[in-house]
């Protein structure tokens, strides 16, 4: 027996071609572009306490934010050891998503010992794969400490696997001197930042490097004047922050293939 088709009762039409339409009007999600590192990419709470600034604060200004959104996930105090190993990495990691940027800058905090009473935060100082089991004071047992160039690697992979873009950046430099020129970190973490960048295949920005150059071309007394108080060597005041924001934004526009440039404003 056969039997006349129904008709679709004008209301649920109704419903379901609003529905329709809600969904093709509907914003793709702005990518975002994480911001991971110690305190001179954001210091404290990124207020500007005690007039100093990371870089971090003013990064977004070089970007068109009505495409980009900017997060600044930076924390004052860790290396790219405790960054992990705090559990600042595991706030960010689960909530990246392809089509996602990831910059990071690590290496001011990784100098410090492997193991003592109040940090416990320092790396092997090296882009090996040596370890080294210590215990571990503050949290009262033993951990595997691994070198610098091996969390970045492994910081790199975790946020590939989410099908986010990496960017690793070499630290900035500190207000420090020697012959006229800024002490630069090419024999050690800046180094070893370029070495992990490039085994894992991401862009690197030597930002320590481009940065020293402007120090350099400044002077001595222009830049310890300028980008910094008279109390803190390596974090900057307002106008240091903005310098190396900008110097990040210059490597990302000279980058090759690096698709995040085309988020910068023109």
């Known amino acids: 027996m056969l039997t006349k088709p129904t008709r679709l009762l004008p209301l649920t039409a109704l419903v379901l071609f ?4 809600l969904s093709i009007a509907a914003p793709t999600p702005r990518p975002t572009l994480y911001l991971i590192g110690d305190s001179t990419v954001k210091n404290g709470q990124g207020r500007g306490d005690g007039g100093l600034w990371g870089w971090g604060n003013y990064l977004p200004a070089a970007f068109d934010t009505t ?10 105090g860790t290396s790219s050891r405790t960054f992990r190993t705090q559990g600042w990495w595991e706030k960010v990691r689960p909530r990246l998503k392809p089509g996602d940027y990831v910059i990071m800058q690590f290496g001011h905090n990784d100098s410090s010992p492997l193991t003592d009473s109040t940090r416990a935060r320092g790396t092997i100082r090296s882009n090996g794969d040596e370890s080294q089991e210590v215990f571990n004071y ?3 047992e033993k951990e595997v400490v691994h070198s610098y160039g091996w969390y970045l690697r492994q910081l790199i992979a975790d946020a590939q696997k989410q ?14 001197w020697a012959g006229g020129k800024v002490n630069r970190s090419t024999a050690d973490y800046g180094k070893w930042a370029a070495e992990a960048a490039r085994q894992a295949h991401v862009t690197f920005i030597d930002l320590n490097q481009r940065v020293a150059d402007k120090y350099d071309r400044a002077g001595e007394t222009q830049v310890k004047s300028t980008y910094f108080n008279t109390v803190d060597h390596t974090h900057t005041i307002e106008a240091g922050a903005k310098l190396n924001a900008e110097a990040v934004a210059e490597g990302i526009r000279e980058a090759k293939g690096l698709n995040l440039k085309k988020y910068l404003k023109k």
Do not use: Y
Request: proline share 6%.
């Open 67 to 76: 495409r980009l959104r900017v997060e600044n996930d930076a924390r004052g």
């Open 163 to 176: 099908g986010a873009t990496v960017v690793v950046c070499s630290p900035i430099p500190r207000n420090s």
């Open 18 to 21: 609003a529905a329709f339409l």
């Open 138 to 140: 503050l949290t009262k």
